[in-house]
């Protein structure tokens, strides 16, 4: 399955279809709940491999990986949500996103699903918390095949004085 999704990425990569990848996103699962991320900060999808742990940091900064000559800062998405930690399987794999503001960071997730088209129609807002505020972590809920995906905000994921201190 991560042969064909990465398959679908690499089949936007020409400058043209940048504007193609906006409605464009990588559907992963954490536990039971899906979650979807814009495949536009998506560079690859890989499989879990050696992580070199740094000591003193977060604990939902797992280490850094040599992903074929470059060291990647790698986070696990659950710990960072908040969710309880759980035992990777052959399941378990790292999204590469790349990001303006961040650079490369891997994101450790318990499973991806698809690559799906969503209208920005069929996004909405984020639910309110009890403080009135969004969740941080989601920039939107999207209804897709009569299921709510969360529709995760890279930027806040990433967001973190650590993770790029781990990567530099």
Known sequence: MKSQ???????????ED???LQHKF??????????????QY????VGMQHITVVPNVQSY???????????????DVRLRFGLEECTYNDRTCIIITQHDAFG??????????????????D???????NKGNQSRFLQGMAKYRD???????TATILADDEVGAVSE
């Open 18 to 20: 940048i504007n193609t």
């Open 123 to 129: 996004i909405s807002d984020p639910p309110k918390t």
């Open 26 to 39: 990588i559907v992963f699962r954490l536990g039971r709940e899906e979650f979807a991320l814009e495949a």
């Open 61 to 75: 900064i797992k280490g850094v990986i040599n992903l074929r000559g470059r060291i990647i800062p790698v986070l």
């Open 147 to 153: 299921i709510v995906r969360m529709i995760v905000n």
């Open 5 to 15: 999704i990465t398959t679908a990425l690499e089949a936007f990569t020409d400058d």
């Open 42 to 45: 998506v560079n690859e999808i």
């Open 104 to 121: 490369a960071t891997g994101l450790i997730v318990d499973a991806v699903v698809e690559v799906v088209d969503i209208d920005g129609s």
